[in-house]
């Protein structure tokens, strides 16, 4: 049957079947570029990662390396400041075994001004 023959209906059926697998071939055809799109992203996505991979594991080892060597040099401090505290402490039984009246003294003088300044700060919290 030839398209003057077909009935007007046959004729717009046909079309719609022609139209609707155009629409399907251009949906397919989208998908497709839609799906190899979604491919190279990934690729790249991909490169990426691996690429940051040793950067961040470098910044890692960096980061405790630093956090090790800011322990070491806290310990050490540690130790030098036990170390001082521990002579000064030896120098001040010293001082008292060879003047104790001198220390009685100052012992006496300091908690004086400690119980003095206390007096006035209790004063001036009280006003």
Do not use: C, H
């Not at 049957?1 to 609707?20: E, H, I, R, V, Y």
């Not at 800011?70 to 050490?76: K, M, P, W």
């Not at 120098?91 to 119980?115: C, N, S």
């Amino acid at each position: 049957m030839d398209t003057a023959t077909k009935s007007f209906p046959d004729q717009a059926a046909s079309l719609a079947d022609k139209a609707a697998d155009s629409a399907n071939d251009a949906i397919r055809t989208t998908q497709s570029a839609t799906n190899t799109a979604f491919n190279r992203l990934s690729d790249k996505v991909d490169d990426v990662r691996s690429q940051a991979a040793p950067v961040i594991d470098r910044i890692s080892t960096q980061a405790k390396e630093a956090a090790r060597k800011s322990a070491d040099a806290l310990r050490d401090t540690t130790q030098q400041l036990r170390d001082k505290a521990i002579n000064v402490s030896d120098q001040t039984v010293g001082y008292i075994k060879d003047e104790p009246v001198k220390a009685m003294l100052i012992a006496a003088a300091t908690g004086a001004a400690l119980m003095a300044l206390v007096g006035l700060l209790s004063r001036s919290r009280d006003r």
